[in-house]
């Protein structure tokens, strides 16, 4: 479904990425781990248009989409949910979500998805005409995958999306993401959580400064001596 | 009594006159970032066009807006798309500045080529008639500028919230790479909104044209006053705009009279400079959460 070939990119002269390569396929869970600063953000990025590859390609669903700018991916039915939630503070968490509804595929559909994305977060549906900025942590990170859903995505991307919450909340998200992938919805997840997310994910890849080093499935990454070390502190 | 309020209908009066200039000014610095120093001159073209088809037509200057506020729409779109975006990467945002600055300068020569340094008188059509309000001596052409000032306000409001369109331009303002990821072509949203704050004050101009004459240099004077206006109403805020222009045009009246006509502009500078150094953020602003750095 979605296939990253050897892909180099950065930012101005610095290269970040260097040869990566992964793949994704319909309806699985897959999860990039890596440390902080391993370029797993830049690599999401790179897939969602708001980073060009300088070399390699990218193709999704048999389509070439190395090129494309952001709001073209959307489009073609691959959402990012943006580590730090990214909202639009000044607008209700009603405008935000509407806005992830933006895109072609999703506008007809807008008020249909907003009923169903509610029932799966019925503590938004209070919080509605509320400014995002008031929200606290966990109902922002809640509003941001939301709006990511809004979109009607064929691959949902999460970058860091436990990143600062407190524990409940944590395992809220990853019951959130679970119930999304049992929709039938693609999740590619990226995460400094490695147990949590090796626990959700069919399979895993890590990243390291910039560089692919180990793939598996993700119940074999979880025994693996390196990751145990590396990761998970064991 | 009847002379004080005969000038504060004055000064709301020409607050109105500002305030149609001024919206269009704040709604490209709120959205784009950019102040657009080539208001003015945006002002003077429209004014321009609207001598030109009204005479050559024979037709009402107001009608003349019809043809006016889109040729400015475009005028401000190209502006955008051939001028500002292909700098907006550019480190140095004053890089922008100078263009816009430029351009003010370029057009101001272009019209002094064109129609020379003598002024253009728009036909009045019945607008600087003067009706009675109560005890208080008002033109109709300021009547009709001031309303459609507040309509303006409430259409861009309205826009602004209800549409879909008018979302992807708030939230593209609010967080630009965000709104990438919604879809939202941002390149296409800043061509959109500089082109509309463009068309606001090409409309103004047609209501403006049949009142004042028009001269290459009319431009400068008031956009330095929609300027303070859009200070004063907090950078960015349409309302903000439209209550600051009230204020200013009020200020205006009042110290032309009982200051001196010669101070009005000293006065008027002065409470910018005061605003600027004890509330930045305007007397209706808010704090401004957003950035065009798309990181
Ligand atoms: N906008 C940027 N410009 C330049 N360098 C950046 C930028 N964003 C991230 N980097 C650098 O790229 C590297 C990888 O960052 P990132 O992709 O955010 O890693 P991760 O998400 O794994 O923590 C880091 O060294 C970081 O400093
Ligand atoms: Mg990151």
Redesign the interface.
Known sequence: MLEVKNVDAGYGSTVILQDISLHVEPGEVVTIVGANGAGKTTLLRTISGLVKPRTGAITFEGKDITKLEAHDTVDRGITLIPEGRQLFPDMTVRDNLLMGAYCRHARDYQDDTLHEVLELFPRLRERLDQHASSLSGGEQQMVAIARGMMARPKILMFDEPSLGLAPIIVSQVFEVIAQVAATGTTVLIVEQNVFHTLKAADRGYVLENGRMVLTDDADALLQNDHVRQAYLGI | MDTFLQIVANGLMLGGLFAIVAVGLTLIFGIVKVINFAHGEFLMVGMYLTFLLSTGLDVHPYLTAAAVAPALFVLGALTQRLLIQPLMSARDEHVQIFATVGLSTALMNLALLVFGADIANTPAHGVRSQVMLGEVRILTGQLWVFGAAILLVIALQLFMKKT?TG??I??TA??R??????????KFIYVLTFGLGAACVGLGSSLIAPLYPTSPTIGTYFVLIAFVCVVLGGLGSIPGAFFGALVIGLVDALSGFYIGSDLREAVVFTIFLLILILKPSGLFGTRM?QSHV?P
């Not at chain 2, 790479?177 to 941002?186: E, Q």
């Open positions: 879909r979302r992807a708030r939230a609010q967080n790479a965000a709104a990438r990821l919604m879809g939202i072509n941002d959460t798309s």
